[in-house]
């Protein structure tokens, strides 16, 4: 349960947004710093790329460099949409978990991309922030999959690891989409500068304009 205090700070954080949004300020977005070895620093030119493309072609405005955050600082509230990748493991503490469950109950919104060696860690650690919830299966027909470029067979498989058809997981809190965890399709790769992952342009243009879906959809349901 949200206490009072901690609505109340997470009003103050929304008013701000609006603020900035009306004086036309960049909004910010961070990725997830976490604890237990995984690179969590993986992808480091796919959230520029993906901001640059979102300002371009949905008129967002949001700050051309990402913020770091740590799962467990006050910071973490200042973000309307924060990003977690990596490979290995992941370890929350209970005060992060804690941390992070006010976070997202509060209004905001986790995208976790699993880039490839993540899944059996992550679902572990999401269970200490919602033990009550299940990551369930998103139909295709839900809204993150039709924003401004539409997706009516969910998300576009962008790497290939094992043959698995790509998912899109998500924990649903009091009707809300509070975690959306995208398994077996490597968006952030697609994201990145064309030279390092060498992905045709049309999987490279599909991750973008996923990944554009998803902001737009965080920013349209957050608060």
């Given at each position: ?12 954080v929304f ?7 009306q004086?036309?300020?960049p ?8 604890n237990?070895?995984?690179d ?10 993906l901001i ?8 967002t405005?949001?700050?051309s ?10 910071d973490l ?9 990596g ?15 006010k ?7 986790l995208?976790?991309?699993?880039n490839?060696?993540l ?29 401004k470029?539409k997706?009516?067979?969910g998300l ?8 698995k ?16 965890y ?5 968006l ?6 064309p ?7 049309e ?9 554009a ?11």
């Open positions: 349960m949200v206490t009072q205090q901690v609505r109340f700070a997470l009003y103050i008013l701000a947004s609006c603020i900035a949004a004086a036309q300020l909004v910010k977005i961070a990725k997830l710093k976490y237990g070895g995984g969590w620093y993986a992808n480091k030119t796919a959230l520029p790329n640059e493309f979102t300002n371009r072609e949905i008129g405005s949001i700050a460099e990402e913020d770091i955050v740590e799962i467990g600082s006050r509230f200042l973000y309307p949409y924060v990003y977690m990748t490979h290995g493991n992941v370890v929350f503490s209970d005060s992060e978990a804690a941390n992070l469950r976070y997202l109950i509060g209004g905001g919104f995208h976790v991309d699993d490839y060696g899944d059996k860690f992550v679902r572990l650690e999401l269970k200490k922030v919602f033990p009550e919830l299940e990551l369930t299966e998103i139909p295709y027909s839900h809204p993150i999959y039709h924003q470029f997706f009516p067979n576009p498989k962008i790497h290939e690891h094992d043959a058809p790509p998912q899109g997981f998500g924990l649903i809190y009091e009707g809300r989409l509070v975690v959306f995208s398994y077996e399709t490597d952030g790769n697609g994201w990145e500068d030279r390092i992952h060498n992905d045709p342009e999987k490279r243009q599909q991750a973008l304009q996923m990944g879906n998803i902001l737009s959809y965080c920013f349209t349901n957050s608060f």
